[in-house]
Each structure stands twice: as C-alpha cells, then as structure tokens.
C-alpha cells in the first residue's frame, strides 16, 4: 500500500517540478539576456532586447510544417491507409483537449524517428517508415500520444522561443568581438581600458545560452513522457518503444563488438534524456495508474490489427524515396 501512495505522489510531483524547472529556464534564459543588455548599454539596451525579442516571437513567420515534410520526402498517411493510427490519434486528441487533430506524415527511412511540427493548431507529427515496422500497436500509442503531448503543451513554441535566446545571446557575443577588434589599436596604445569582465561574459555567453536551451529541451521531454503514459493510461507501452528505440540507434557493428555498450556522452549535451531514466520514471509512474485507467487504450487496441506499410522505400544516391 505505501508502495502504491508513493506512486501516486510521484507523478504529480515530477509534472510539478518539470514545470517549474522548465519557468525557471526561460527566466533564466531571459534574465540572462537582459543582463547582458545592461552591462553593454544600461537601461536602454534592456528596453531594446526586450522590444526585439517580443516582436521577433510575435512576428516570426513560422515555416509551414508541410513545407518541413516536404524537404523530409514525406508524404501524408491517411486515415484510409492506416485506420488504426487514425483512430488512435482521434482518441488521444480528444482526450488531450487537442480540438484540432494534427496531420500525419509517412518518412520513408529506415531510422526509427518520430517529431512533431507546428503549433496547437496547425501541426504534424511525423512517422518513419521504420517506425511503423518495427514497433507494435501499443507501443506506437504511447509514440503517438509523446507527440501529442508536445503539441498540446506547446513545447514547440517554447523551445523556439529559448533558440531565440540562444541566437542573440551570439549575436551579441559577435557585436563584442567587433567592438573589441575596433578598440584594440587604441587599447594597445593605452588610449582607452575595457571591462575584461564583460568581454569573458560574452565570449561564454552562447555557451550558457545553449546548455540552457538544452536542459530545458530535456525537461520537456521528460514532461511529454509523463504526459503520454497518462493520455494512454499505459506507461510500459512507451517504456517498451523508448527501449526498442534505443537497441535500434546502434548498428550492427556496435552490436557485435561492444553489446550493451556504448560511447558515453555528457549529459548536459543532450537534447533527449538518457533511456534509462526516462523508462525509470515511467515505471514509477505505472503505479500511480488504477485499472479503469487502463481499459480504454486496451479496448481501442483490440479492434484493430497492426497498421502495414505496404511499399518499402527505394534507395537513391543522397537518400530515401518513394
């Protein structure tokens, strides 16, 4: 029973602290900006990265995500060709609150892969043909419904909007490196002194910029997760897919020389938390769920066999077709 309570606790808890971890980034993030904005031009370069950073997120022109599917050689998965797919994404938008259902889009690769494109109300989530093949029914629920999540949640907008910060945060690292290179006669001369102070904060400004974006990319992942594992009510069938996902990553050489191994790579270069902790909070919160949470998903699953991908992708010299 205290094993069950404490199930029940974890994932509120981690939706909670994912939120405000992911608040807190961006304030970071922004606060970060206009630090830099005082210490180059006072109270006006404030007013002015603010003023720019707000008509740049209101008035960016967001690329059209067919547009995006079209330089992916995608093409549109219908509701006729995969009804099951259809029927699972009509379910998890009405039960994510999603009034306007995203498109779906085939990607003839051989690379397991899955993303979403756009805005709550216009968006695509695309899936590899590898995808399809590989993973069963359940298992491309709980893909199915991590993509869902991102949209419902608008976790495009707000990882735009912390690249966005991470582009001026540059942009006003190379307008230092200018003023620097311009000054350096008169500084050499003994003519003017600089703030060495301010020249480091923006030479390791893109740096703290980016590794912020990225843990905050991390922590949306781990948000959508939790989400997902709620929309479906089954948190081990996306567990299952994260772990076929990850066996796959690795090619045959990889297998046969270093089985269960692999380079490591520093966790705060990661856009995606590890595997590992992410199936291990989804575990966590299979404890949380009751049976009546469970049996929708189970008896939408029974009434439909596994989608087929009837043509395999053709190879041509820089890439997949169809």
């Not at 603010?50 to 067919?66: D, K």
């Not at 495009?156 to 909007?161: A, D, F, I, K, P």
Request: with cysteine; charged share 20%; proline share 5%.
């Amino acid at each position: 029973m205290r094993e069950q309570g404490n199930g029940r606790h974890y994932g509120r808890h981690q939706a909670l602290l994912n939120a405000l971890q992911s608040v807190a980034l961006i304030l970071f993030m922004g606060g970060f900006m206009a630090l830099l904005g005082w210490l180059l031009w006072g109270g006006s370069g404030v007013i002015m990265l603010l003023t720019l950073g707000m008509v740049t997120t209101l008035f960016n022109p967001a690329l059209s995500p067919r547009w995006v599917m079209k330089l992916y050689g995608a093409k549109p998965l219908s509701d006729g060709q995969a009804p099951a797919l259809g029927e699972l994404k009509a379910w998890l938008c009405q039960r994510a609150g999603l009034d306007k259902p995203p498109e779906l889009y085939l990607i003839p690769s051989r690379v397991i892969n899955a993303f979403s494109v756009g805005s709550s109300g216009r968006s695509v989530v695309a899936l590899s043909d590898a995808l399809l093949r590989q993973l069963s029914l359940r298992e491309l629920a709980g893909v199915l419904a991590h993509e869902v999540s991102h949209i419902r949640h608008n976790d495009l907008w707000v990882l735009g909007l912390a690249d966005l910060f991470s582009r001026l945060a540059s942009l006003m690292a190379f307008v230092g490196q200018v003023l620097l290179l311009m000054n350096l006669p008169l500084l050499l001369m003994g003519m003017v002194t600089i703030d060495w102070g301010l020249i480091l904060l923006l030479v390791i400004a893109p740096l703290v910029s980016a590794l912020a974006q990225l843990a905050l990319s991390r922590t949306r992942e781990y948000a959508a997760d939790l989400n997902a594992a709620r929309l479906t009510g089954d948190p081990r069938g996306l567990a299952a897919a994260l772990e076929k996902i990850e066996q796959a990553q690795g090619g045959w050489v990889e297998h046969i020389l270093t089985p269960g191994r692999r380079v490591p790579d520093p966790s705060l270069l990661r856009t995606h938390p590890r595997t590992e902790e992410r199936v291990e909070r989804l575990l966590e919160l299979d404890k949380e769920l009751e049976l009546e949470d469970r049996l929708p998903l189970e008896q939408l699953l029974h009434q439909f066999d596994h989608p087929e991908v009837t043509r395999q992708p053709k190879r041509r010299f820089l890439g997949t077709w169809w």
